[in-house]
């Protein structure tokens, strides 16, 4: 099983529907990553947490250190969030990240 | 001014090559990563330098060896490659303070054929 779990794998949506990631871990974390990843390739960091919540623009995330979850909410989605969302843990003590699989979010117009 | 730099962007090459990958981070931080993007587009860590430092070397066959000649540049050397090699190398950087400001390059795509 895989130190960091993501659900969906996949998600479809219709524009300006509210999206929502989830992130589960199973090691103990110093801080945990949302990274975006478009078809290009490129990676992107959006949010670093290591407790409450932060929100930049449409973007919210959460995490709750007791439960080892994390969730991203993407409001009123648009087909620019198409993307793949990875959530990425820095384990405790190191600098390295390891990482879900990844959702892979289609918003259709 | 691009941060972190990666090159070449693409890669194809013959089976049994030796080829280079390099990056360069122009955001003055301490440590450097290397990251490998398989065919599933599962990310893992390959190697992280510290101040010219291997820091960790996860599980990479000896094929790959990493040089650090100065703290913004972490190559990646591959010898004799393999069709299995053919992923994307994701280079990144961070200040090395808890994961505040990583910072990753656009990626290699490297094809072994």
């Known amino acids: 099983k895989n130190e960091v779990e993501q659900s969906p794998q996949n998600l479809t949506a219709q524009e300006g529907e509210f999206i929502t990631i989830n992130c589960s871990y199973s090691v103990g974390i110093s801080a945990l990553h949302w990274l975006q990843q478009h078809p290009g390739g490129g990676i992107v960091s959006l949010f670093m947490l290591s407790s409450g919540k932060k929100k930049h623009g449409r973007l919210i995330a959460t995490i709750n250190i007791q439960e080892k979850h994390s969730s991203l909410h993407i409001t009123a989605s648009h087909p620019r969030d198409s993307a793949v969302y990875i959530c990425a843990v820095l384990q405790g003590g190191s600098e390295k990240l390891v990482f879900g699989k990844g959702t892979k979010l289609t918003v259709n117009p | 001014d691009t941060a972190v730099s990666q090159t070449p962007k693409y890669l194809v090459t013959q089976m049994g090559n030796d080829k280079s990958i390099k990056c360069e981070q122009n955001l003055g931080h301490d440590t450097m990563y290397w990251y490998k993007q398989d065919s599933k587009k599962f990310l893992k860590i390959m190697f992280s330098?510290?101040?010219?430092?291997?820091?960790i070397n996860e599980t990479v066959p000896n094929r790959f060896s990493p040089k650090s000649p100065d703290k913004a540049h972490l190559n990646l050397h591959i010898n004799s490659l393999e069709l299995g090699d053919s992923a994307v190398y994701f280079c990144?950087?961070?200040?090395?303070?808890?994961?505040?400001?990583?910072?990753f390059g656009s990626g290699t795509r490297l094809t072994v054929v």
């Open positions: 330098y510290n101040n010219k430092e291997l820091i």
């Open positions: 990144a950087s961070s200040p090395g303070s808890g994961g505040y400001g990583y910072t």
